[in-house]
């Protein structure tokens, strides 16, 4: 009964963190592509080829269900693997839709025509991936109309967080958020579309002011999952047992996790 989760290094970790609290009977299987780490300069075509080889290992490890917990991926990669490359008893997700039931305050199952709603003015922080793929927008449209986004793409703050460098990973949050405020000077809400994100909301709250709400992922996403599980319980794949794999070095990574999580992780060798 083991569902997967994908990212591209350790930012998924928050989210795992978050869906492990919210679902402690279900075992998840973790997989962080170290190796290839960060996605968010790659090409779409690197990132696809590179997130459809993960997907396929943790479907091995008896993982039906996989969260594409890496907002890059579910950018450059969901869409077209949903379409043309998942088998219909396998089931790929990302991480965008909670984020956007959040923010619309409607429900993703609502297909209703878009409608205004109470946020016009939204900051979007991302990695120039995500920022160049427009998926936000795009999902974002399909549900409102009249709201203004912008879009901030925050070259090397994921590399400073992976690489456990705090300081510089704040000092790049506050000029990301310097640079958007220049051409959205008051957003009413901000989003983190990035998983990696949430280890620095604090400075993102900061840098933005206290006027300004901040979404966040992980608890999003594992409401949304407890959701969807309840309405698709077979998705729930044969695997047994929780794990943390990595195609990078098993033992530099857990160190990084287990400061990343604070913690003890302990990662194999994909």
């Known amino acids: 009964m083991a569902v997967g989760i994908f990212d591209s290094g350790l930012g998924g970790l928050t989210v795992l963190d978050a869906v492990a609290k919210r679902l402690p009977e279900v075992p998840f299987v973790y997989l962080g592509d170290n190796a290839h780490a960060p996605y968010g300069v790659r090409t779409h075509d690197d990132i696809f080829n590179l997130t459809c080889a993960a997907v396929e290992r943790l479907w091995a490890e008896g993982c039906d269900l996989v969260i594409l917990a890496c907002n890059t991926a579910s950018a450059a990669a969901l869409k077209r693997m949903q379409e043309s490359w998942v088998p219909p008893n396998k089931r790929v997700l990302g991480v965008f839709v909670p984020l956007i039931e ?8 609502d297909n209703s025509p878009p409608r205004e709603v109470a946020v016009k003015h939204v900051a979007l922080f991302a990695t120039p991936a995500t920022v160049a793929s427009r998926a936000f927008q795009r999902e974002l449209a399909f549900r409102a109309i009249g709201v203004d986004v912008e879009a ?9 967080i992976e690489q456990g460098d705090e300081m510089l990973a704040e000092a790049l949050v506050r000029s990301h958020v310097e640079s958007l405020k220049r051409r959205m000077p008051h957003p009413q809400a901000a989003i983190l579309g990035c998983t990696h994100y949430p280890l620095m909301q604090k400075a ?43 195609t990078g070095d098993p033992s530099y990574v857990s160190s990084k996790a287990t400061q990343f999580l604070r913690r003890r992780v302990v990662f194999e060798s994909a």
């Open 152 to 160: 901030q793409p925050c070259a090397g703050v994921v590399d400073a």
């Open 102 to 109: 959040a923010l619309t305050e409607r429900h993703w199952g």
């Open 204 to 246: 993102f709250q900061d840098a933005l002011g206290a006027e300004v709400k901040v979404y966040s992922q992980a608890n999003l996403v594992a409401e949304s999952l407890a959701d969807y599980l309840i309405r698709r319980p077979e998705m729930l794949g044969p695997g047994a047992q929780s794990k943390f794999l990595t």
